[in-house]
């Protein structure tokens, strides 16, 4: 893409200019179902890279990162094309709804490629067959929601077609700090079946899903890792000028493992996301409405714990803690001459 016109939906931009608007699904009684697209077509060729976020819309660290990179590019500094929808649930965003439409409770990363039901099923369909499919590369901007306290990882599912592939996962690896997920259909590792992200790599999309930040928050270090992950995949594609940079030596996940709570009270936390915990090791404790404590939750298998729920009242079943299981990446002939050595994270310190 570039050097011509370039059409989604509705909007166009002409080479060297932005083109914005929305692309309308459906309705409901009271008002239009829409989500907002923003086309950057750059002045020179090169490729084309499709940017969502707002999926599950109070995860606002992928939003406002979208929105933060498409007020500093500059089309006539790009090669290539961008499509970027920085908010693909309004209705989420509007009414501060974690997980599933508040139209039809429906999550929209659960049901893809979406069809011809209800109006979740219908905006994930016109967002894969109009917008992501469009684009040769797409980034699935995410976080933990609501309640879910998140370590920054980077995904890729495997489709057996070796070309692709090997750019999903180089994609990953440039788009993580450190940690990369690479699935295959009916393991237990993200992304999974039905989720965009899969259904867009079925149909010859580089696509991954990018993860940080969580808890309703916006915390400058999780924008900060999605927006170094963009530039660095952009930068790889020579979409911009520059050399990518991986901050280090990367881990891969072999699998991961939930710790639930087996009594019912008030949860005091013993660990943060991102440490390093021992097979047998209490992650926290569950005190009763008479201040006893009657259990010290501990996990079965050490690893590193990815996700930590932050609600503080606890039933039976209750998640805890979610740990993954990783192994040491191994070397990646794409990606490997940008990892920052040792010495050169002391040049930069």
Known sequence: MGKN??????????PGEIGQGFIRVGETATSAVQFPIVIVNGSNPGPSLCLTAGVHATEYAPIESVLRFLAEIDPKDLSGTIVAVP??????FASRC???SPIDGLNLN????GGDGSISEVLVRTLL?????KCKYHIDLHAGDLGEMLWAFAGYPLTGNSELDLEGEALSRLYSPRLICLSQDGATLPPFSGSIVHSAAQRGVVSILAESGGNGTLEEEDVRVHLHGIRNVMRYLRMVVGQPVI?????????REVTRAKRAGLLRLKVGVGEEIKDGQVVA????VFG???EEVQVARGGITGLVWSHKAVNTGDPVVRCWYTKPAPRFAKTEHYVATAEDACAHA
């Open 5 to 14: 016109a370039i059409t989604v939906g509705d909007i166009t931009a002409q």
């Open 87 to 92: 908010v693909v649930s309004m209705q989420m």
């Open 98 to 100: 974690g997980f599933v």
């Open 110 to 113: 659960k049901i893809a490629p």
């Open 129 to 133: 067959d109009e917008v992501i499919t």
């Open 247 to 255: 901050p280090g030596p990367q881990i891969a996940a072999t699998g």
């Open 285 to 288: 404790e569950i005190s009763d």
């Open 292 to 294: 006893r404590i009657i």
